[in-house]
């Protein structure tokens, strides 16, 4: 992906960037020294020391641990000024797993405490201590909070220009400089899949209401806050795909329509992705976990449509910011065509 040149922001390497730092290692802290305790079988937190037997405790637990690992180091590694010389997908693809990590879980846990403080019920804790969760789930808050801070300090250093320009002129330009069969197909390219996600929406508010669609257990014993969560995922992803696409008018920041593809389609991927990871774990090693089940096709197929999403999201930074690179810096310079001129010589053009 090329980058548009920005102007060097004192403050994305200075005070804030290492301020997140700070933030993310406090946010970590608990959730990495409980699965580290987990990993080596202390029952701290454990109200059903059962679990400590069950096939994949070690192994799933050990995975968790250096998932959070790598993402405090992310954020570390995201407030240095050497991250926006390297690569890319080196940085984005951890950032964006992340993100979308913390977006399901975060949500959901809001959701939940929200539904059970106006019901004045006290939350089903299962195998754990009610005290591990008033822990574990403000601390993924401040991470969430200290990867935004993080990754929008690297990301307006590195694609400030881009990402400040409005839709229609970012349009026009990927439109009249059209090079490959996905850029000229973008647009419906992002629709379709924005309906997929509305699709996904559909199914997981359903569940959220206590649906009982398919014969997996999976997804049917999640709290409702997570399916919501889910959904809530999905629609912020169809929203972004619809602005990509033009849907949204052409005075639109184009930074708008790219974040939120960039939260729903991480939400749709990657923590249904990392749970279809750690079942398989499971079902690896215990006779008694459920088995493969309708549900968790849907689930697979909803991660699916979240990496289409992803792609498409960049795939349209990446033709764009090549496009913007492109233009002279001075308005004076350049004259952008109308959207709808631009896609109609992009069509002839390649109908030529």
């Given at each position: 992906?090329?980058?548009?040149?920005?102007?060097?922001?004192?403050?994305?390497?200075?005070?804030?960037?290492?301020?997140?730092?700070?933030?993310?290692?406090i946010?970590?802290?608990?959730?990495?020294?409980?699965?580290?305790?987990?990993?080596?079988?202390?029952?701290?937190?454990?109200?059903?020391?059962?679990?400590?037997?069950?096939?994949?405790?070690?192994?799933?637990?050990?995975?968790?641990?250096?998932?959070?690992?790598?993402?405090?180091?992310?954020?570390?590694?995201?407030?240095?000024?050497?991250?926006?010389?390297?690569?890319?997908?080196?940085?984005?693809?951890?950032?964006?797993?992340?993100?979308g990590?913390?977006?399901?879980?975060v949500?959901?846990?809001?959701l939940?405490?929200?539904?059970?403080?106006?019901?004045?019920?006290?939350?089903?804790?299962?195998e754990?201590q009610?005290?591990?969760?008033?822990i574990?789930?403000?601390?993924?808050?401040?991470?969430?909070?200290?990867?935004?801070?993080?990754?929008?300090?690297?990301?307006?250093?590195r694609?400030?220009?881009?990402?400040?320009?409005?839709?229609?002129?970012?349009?026009?330009?990927?439109?009249?400089?059209?090079?490959?069969?996905?850029?000229?197909?973008?647009?419906?390219?992002?629709?379709?899949?924005?309906?997929?996600?509305?699709?996904?929406?559909?199914?997981?508010?359903?569940?959220?209401?206590?649906?009982?669609?398919?014969d997996?257990?999976?997804?049917?014993?999640?709290?409702?806050g997570?399916?919501?969560?889910?959904?809530?995922g999905a629609?912020?992803?169809?929203?972004?795909?619809l602005?990509?696409?033009?849907?949204?008018?052409?005075?639109?920041?184009?930074?708008?329509?790219?974040?939120?593809?960039?939260?729903?389609?991480?939400?749709?991927a990657?923590?249904?992705?990392?749970?279809?990871?750690?079942?398989?774990l499971?079902?690896g090693?215990?006779?008694?976990?459920?088995?493969?089940?309708?549900?968790?096709?849907?689930?697979?197929?909803?991660?699916?449509?979240?990496?289409?999403?992803?792609?498409?999201?960049?795939?349209?930074?990446?033709?764009?910011?090549?496009?913007?690179?492109?233009?002279?810096?001075?308005?004076?310079?350049?004259?952008?065509?109308?959207?709808?001129?631009?896609?109609g010589?992009?069509?002839?053009?390649?109908?030529g």
């Open positions: 992906m090329a980058d548009a040149k920005a102007p060097d922001h004192a403050w994305e390497v200075g005070r804030l960037g290492r301020g997140a730092a700070w933030i993310s290692a946010g970590a802290l608990p959730y990495l020294a409980l699965k580290v305790l987990w990993t080596f079988d202390v029952p701290v937190g454990i109200a059903d020391r059962s679990v400590l037997d069950s096939g994949g405790w070690v192994a799933a637990n050990a995975l968790m641990a250096v998932v959070e690992l790598a993402g405090l180091l992310l954020v570390l590694g995201l407030t240095r000024s050497w991250a926006r010389r390297a690569p890319t997908w080196l940085l984005l693809f951890p950032v964006w797993v992340g993100t990590l913390l977006f399901q879980v949500v959901g846990a809001a939940m405490g929200v539904s059970s403080a106006s019901s004045g019920e006290s939350a089903d804790t299962g754990f009610p005290w591990v969760f008033a574990v789930y403000p601390s993924f808050a401040v991470q969430g909070v200290a990867l935004a801070i993080a990754f929008a300090s690297h990301v307006r250093a694609w400030g220009r881009l990402l400040s320009e409005r839709t229609g002129t970012v349009i026009a330009c990927r439109a009249a400089g059209v090079r490959s069969w996905p850029e000229r197909r973008l647009a419906g390219m992002a629709e379709a899949v924005a309906g997929m996600a509305a699709a996904v929406a559909v199914v997981c508010a359903y569940w959220a209401a206590g649906g009982s669609f398919g997996s257990r999976v997804s049917l014993d999640a709290p409702w997570m399916n919501a969560s889910r959904a809530a629609v912020i992803a169809a929203a972004g795909l602005g990509l696409a033009g849907r949204w008018g052409e005075r639109t920041p184009f930074w708008l329509p790219m974040s939120l593809t960039w939260v729903g389609s991480g939400a749709l990657a923590f249904d992705g990392l749970a279809a990871v750690l079942a398989s499971l079902r090693t215990d006779a008694s976990a459920p088995a493969w089940g309708l549900t968790d096709t849907v689930l697979v197929i909803k991660v699916v449509i979240g990496l289409l999403a992803g792609v498409l999201g960049a795939l349209a930074v990446a033709a764009a910011a090549h496009d913007i690179h492109l233009q002279p810096t001075s308005p004076d310079l350049v004259e952008v065509q109308p959207v709808e001129s631009a896609l010589a992009g069509q002839h053009s390649a109908a």
